[in-house]
């Protein structure tokens, strides 16, 4: 089995784990999220979610599992917090911490208004080739973080999947554009699903093959659940085709 690596775990994991559709009433919860390829454990996080009034408050541990934890051993905590805005999250502050194999990384990021004001990253990225595709200022706006990126303050299902999603991860910026999925996609515990499409945007390299992969051949669904009592909706399943194979997520309330 090729190699997963400690960022590609992150993000495989990071895709679905928001939340899960838990009533509104209840101000903590617990979820864990599960990731498997070919039918076979590679991850988990278990994610604590709070909401008070628009405010919101995420964090947990996540760690590689199963066959992947033999070829990479990864552990790390995730946390973010900010508020809902009226289309889309409004983070505040994200931070992720991780180590896999004997690498540690830090993230911090740090956000204004829907606009990244900050961003530190332990150890510092090390200087860039010439295929590598700057970010720049204006690539930093109307942008949410990985964790908090897919929570969707919408009043109804047909809002979901008619959205271009920005994400920053501390280095990478890409749009996740989502549209509806047909029923023979459509994921059986989901309300709605869409079809994902990936667009690198900045903070990559031009030739890198998992980069090439992901937007031009990739697969990728998110399932999503309405959270009673708001107008809120939150992935509980996805699908992720890698050069490995496909990455399946799936929530479960604690």
């Known amino acids: 089995m090729a190699r997963l ?4 775990l992150v993000a495989a994991i990071m895709l679905a784990s928001v939340t899960s559709p838990l009533p509104a009433a209840q101000e903590s919860f617990r979820v864990r999220y599960d990731a498997s390829l070919y039918g076979l454990p590679i991850g988990r996080a278990v994610l604590e979610s709070r909401f008070e009034g628009r405010g ?4 947990g541990s996540f760690a590689s599992a199963g066959i992947a934890r033999i ?3 990864t552990d790390g905590t995730v946390s973010v917090n900010g508020w809902m805005g009226e289309s889309a ?4 502050e994200y931070r992720l911490d991780y180590e896999s194999g004997k690498k540690k990384k830090k993230t911090a ?22 295929d590598w595709v700057p970010v720049a ?6 942008v949410a973080d990985p964790l908090s990126a897919l929570l969707l303050p919408v009043a109804s299902a047909a809002e979901v999947c008619r959205r271009t999603v920005k994400v920053y991860d501390g280095e990478t910026r890409a749009d996740l554009v989502l549209q509806p999925a047909t029923k023979g996609e459509a994921f059986s515990r989901a309300a709605v699903t869409c079809r994902a499409r990936f667009v690198p ?4 390299r031009k030739d890198h093959s998992s980069i090439k992969y992901l937007r031009d051949r990739s697969r990728i669904l998110v399932g999503f659940q309405p959270v009673e009592g708001r107008d809120l909706y939150s992935p509980i399943e996805a699908t992720i085709a890698t050069k490995v194979g496909t990455v399946h997520i799936r929530a479960r309330p604690m």
């Open 71 to 73: 070829f990479d051993r």
């Open 89 to 92: 999250s409004q983070p505040k």
């Open 5 to 8: 690596r400690g960022r590609a």
């Open 109 to 130: 990021i740090r956000f204004a208004n829907g606009r990244v004001t900050e961003t530190e990253n332990r150890p510092e990225p090390k200087k860039r080739g010439k």
């Open 56 to 59: 919101f408050a995420i964090a």
């Open 137 to 142: 200022r204006e690539h930093l706006a109307d």
């Open 201 to 204: 945007v900045a903070g990559y």
